[in-house]
């Protein structure tokens, strides 16, 4: 299997790594070696030999002064200098700082003490000279007794030292030679892991350029074989499995990456109705071409006839990868004859932004250029939308349920664009966050919401104003922004609403915490979302005193068993005391059971108002105080 | 009896007199030669220093240990900065030679701030040649603690009978 090479790889990487990690320890330990002998040699000199010496040397210069003496070559006061040289080396040798050393010799403090005590013996006999001339041969052999053994001692200290300081010389010999052999060790192992890094990244290079040629090359052989078949007019079906979701594996190095899909090629060659051709197409895209049918649901036959094929594990490194695939499919169009865009459609077709439906095949159709189209343009414009503040605020009023009182009014926001029309707020909103502008534009819809609602405000105090918000997105300068926008309107207090969108169970602490900060200044939070979540978050009270009950929720409960719900809910909803608020109330019978079983909630929907721009909203206001007068 | 008198006295003088002599001989005995060439091409020089002349010098007095004794000593002397300035001695590699002839090179430029001393006296005592004399060249070594490394004990020569002054 191709797969064993890169296991052979990574062993190369592990056999580098031993051999840097084994090359270092020795090259530590030889250096440390190294240095101890070497400190060694030099404190161990020639010191007991060399005091040995001069003891020697002096007591031969005392002879020949002797000799001299007796020659009448020398005075007596010379003589007795040089006796008093040669008896400062007991003192030295005995006693003082060479004793140490002089220990170490065998026998050597016998002999110099005896040698003294001859020393200090002829004293007398030197003061007595001249009159004691006769004794002078007599100490010249008392001395010369010495001279034998002293000289026999020197050169065995001699010898015995130096014999050992070549012992530790060639040991330190031994050592370099370690030293140098472990550093070489050390230099070739980094060459290596170099060299390999290098050869990596050159086959890396060379693998993603060979990529792209083979995607090249391969499509245009696909075309080939696509206008070879629209020219029999025979009907055919190209898919485009997108593979790209193998990148994911962070392991994965390149090679591995190409191993791998060489492997799905294989099984994709493999499947149960073998395909006309199967074609890797570049950027992890492969396009198998088939005959086409009419038959419902056969692109799922396919498809899954993909997935299970491509659900074979990727082994490597006693691991198993596999990959999720995009599946995506165009039909040859049986009027056109030369130049097939099948294989561009069946790619557009699993280009736009994920769906829920994540398993299940694209197929194209014209709707998808338009729809990429759109996308595309809707994306360029943006920036320069938000720059121009060319979107729309609308409202919708929220009223009581029992007196039908409006009470406050839900902002939302939308593009009115020249060519695309309405683009309305869930795909504006995630249009700028994908374009990283959410926050902006949260900010700037605010601030032109609360301008709109301080005006209304003057006819009606008691009108709040609801913004709608993800919790996910709170951070903490868009709590300073909110904040100051709120505070530089003079907007803190009931008169405002913060709709807070609950999608995760589980809060980031950061967002809990922002959460607590914009309660305690004063803003009220609505809780939006699934319902078990609202309690939840409502229950452990650290998120809002109102719950919003979605517009999908509200058209259940005229459903069967919707009345037992609601009995259920609303018991839940006064032990927490808390309130409702009900979106998309779209009808009377809604509206009916809402007052029965939840009479102080807020209700909102198409039953009492759509959403309304600025003026129709004032429009609306108007004639609800005219109906109140 | 008056003979014996006087020639007592005349023998006590006579003794006393030679006893001076030999102190006076001991004091102008040569205990140091100092060395070298003159400015180049000039011929050598040789000065020949008695105690009687080192004692003419600026006397310093210290106590201090080293690797020789037990106990700290009190050492005495000129100072070998004095020395070498009253002769003119302005280079500063000096070779210093023992009795026997073991010699040392020493740069004295490197060791002058430490104000070594050719010390003559240990603990008050006359420094003879049994115990280090008659000169031994030596270093306040309890005041700078640098001075036990060992390149600066190897200056420390006892015995000292000659300075040649190199070039």
């Known amino acids: ?196 890094l290098v050869a990596l990244y050159r086959q890396n290079r060379w693998l993603n350029h060979h990529d792209s040629i083979t995607g090249l090359s391969n499509r245009e052989t696909l075309e080939q074989v696509m206008a070879d078949l629209a020219e ?95 599946i995506g499919v165009a039909h040859s169009d049986p009027k056109q004859e030369s130049s097939p865009l099948e294989l561009a459609q069946a790619e557009l077709s699993i280009s736009p932004r994920p769906t829920r439906e994540k398993q299940s095949v694209a197929v194209y159709h014209e709707q998808l250029v338009r729809q990429v189209v759109r996308e595309r343009e809707l994306q360029t414009e943006f920036s320069t939308a938000l720059l121009q503040q060319q979107f729309e605020l609308r409202y919708q009023p929220v009223v009581r349920s029992d007196s039908l009182r409006p009470v406050a009014l839900q902002a939302q926001v939308r593009w009115v664009h020249d060519k695309w029309g309405w683009i309305e707020a869930d795909e504006l909103a995630a249009m700028a966050t994908s374009l990283g502008e959410a926050e902006t534009l949260l900010v700037q819809t605010l601030k032109a919401s609360l301008k709109d609602h301080k005006i209304w405000q003057q006819s009606d105090g008691q009108l709040a104003l609801m913004f709608p918000i993800p919790a996910e997105m709170l951070n903490e300068s868009l709590c300073l922004q909110i904040m ?146 | 009896m008056k003979y014996l008198w006087k020639w007592g006295t005349t023998l006590i003088g006579v003794l006393l007199l030679t006893q001076m002599a030999w102190a006076q001989a001991d004091d102008s005995s040569v205990i140091l030669t100092i060395s070298g060439l003159k400015t180049p091409y000039q011929g050598k020089y040789r000065v020949k220093l008695t105690r009687a002349d080192l004692l003419k010098l600026p006397q310093q007095t210290f106590t201090t240990a080293n690797p020789w004794v037990d106990q700290p000593h009190q050492y005495r002397g000129p100072l070998l900065a004095d020395v070498l300035k009253k002769y003119g001695i302005t280079s500063t590699r000096l070779v210093l030679v023992a009795l026997n002839d073991y010699r040392i090179t020493m740069d004295f430029s490197s060791v002058e701030r430490f104000e070594p001393i050719l010390a003559w006296s240990d603990n008050g005592e006359t420094m003879t040649v049994r115990n280090h004399g008659p000169l031994w060249l030596m270093f306040p070594i309890d005041r700078f603690s640098e001075l036990e490394q060992p390149v600066y004990n190897s200056y420390m020569i006892w015995q000292l009978r000659r300075i040649i002054v190199a070039n």
């Not at chain 1, 199967?278 to 997935?307: C, N, P």
């Not at chain 1, 037992?564 to 019978?589: H, K, N, P, W």
Request: charged fraction near 20%; glycine fraction near 4%; charge should be neutral.
């Open chain 1, 1 to 196: 299997m191709a797969y064993n090479v890169r296991r052979y790889r990574h062993r190369w990487f592990w056999g580098l790594f031993l051999a840097l990690t084994f090359s270092l320890a020795g090259l530590i330990g030889s250096a440390f070696r190294y240095q101890q002998s070497y400190r060694l040699i030099h404190e161990h000199s020639l010191s007991s030999a060399w005091a040995l010496v001069q003891l020697q040397e002096e007591h031969r210069r005392f002879i020949n002064t002797l000799r001299l003496y007796q020659l009448q070559g020398v005075n007596k006061q010379q003589l007795l200098f040089r006796y008093n040289i040669f008896w400062s080396r007991f003192p030295v040798l005995l006693s003082g700082s060479e004793t140490e050393r002089l220990d170490q010799v065998p026998g050597a403090r016998a002999l110099i003490s005896d040698m003294f005590a001859e020393v200090q013996r002829i004293e007398p006999m030197l003061d007595a000279l001249p009159d004691s001339s006769v004794e002078i041969p007599n100490v010249l052999g008392w001395m010369e007794n010495f001279s034998t053994p002293i000289n026999v001692m020197v050169n065995r200290e001699f010898h015995r030292q130096s014999h050992q300081q070549l012992n530790m010389v060639t040991r330190l010999r031994h050592e370099y030679l370690w030293f140098a052999i472990t550093w070489a060790l050390l230099a070739l192992s980094v060459l290596l892991l170099m060299l390999l």
């Open chain 1, 232 to 326: 029999l007019h025979q009907p055919y079906a190209i898919f485009v499995v997108d593979v790209s979701s193998l990148l994911w594996s962070e392991r994965l190095h390149q090679p591995l990456i190409h191993n791998w899909l060489k492997f799905i090629a294989d099984n994709l060659t493999q499947l149960e109705t073998s395909p006309l051709e199967v074609s890797y197409i570049g950027r992890y895209q492969f396009a198998l071409l088939t005959h086409s049918s009419d038959e419902s649901e056969w692109h799922e036959l396919w498809a899954k006839m993909i997935r299970k094929q491509l659900a074979i594990p990727y082994h490597f490194a006693g691991e198993d990868y596999a990959v999720i695939p995009k």
């Open chain 1, 484 to 629: 100051m926008a709120l505070r530089s309107e003079r907007m803190l207090g009931p008169s405002f609403m913060l709709i807070l969108s609950l999608n995760q169970r589980v809060l980031p602490q950061k967002v809990q915490s922002f959460i607590q900060q914009l309660r305690s200044s004063g803003v009220h939070i609505v809780v939006d979302g699934p319902l078990e979540l609202s309690l939840e978050r409502v229950s452990m009270r650290y998120s809002g005193e109102f719950i919003k009950l979605s517009a999908a929720l509200v058209a259940s409960l005229t459903q069967a068993g919707g009345e037992a719900y609601l009995e259920a809910f609303s018991r839940c909803l006064s032990a927490m005391r808390c309130l409702v608020m009900c979106d998309g109330v779209a009808s009377q019978e809604q509206l009916q059971l809402l007052r029965e079983y939840l009479p102080d909630s807020y209700v909102s929907g198409s039953a009492f108002s759509p959403y309304l721009g600025r003026v129709a909203m004032e429009n609306y206001l108007h004639r609800q105080y005219q109906q109140v007068v």
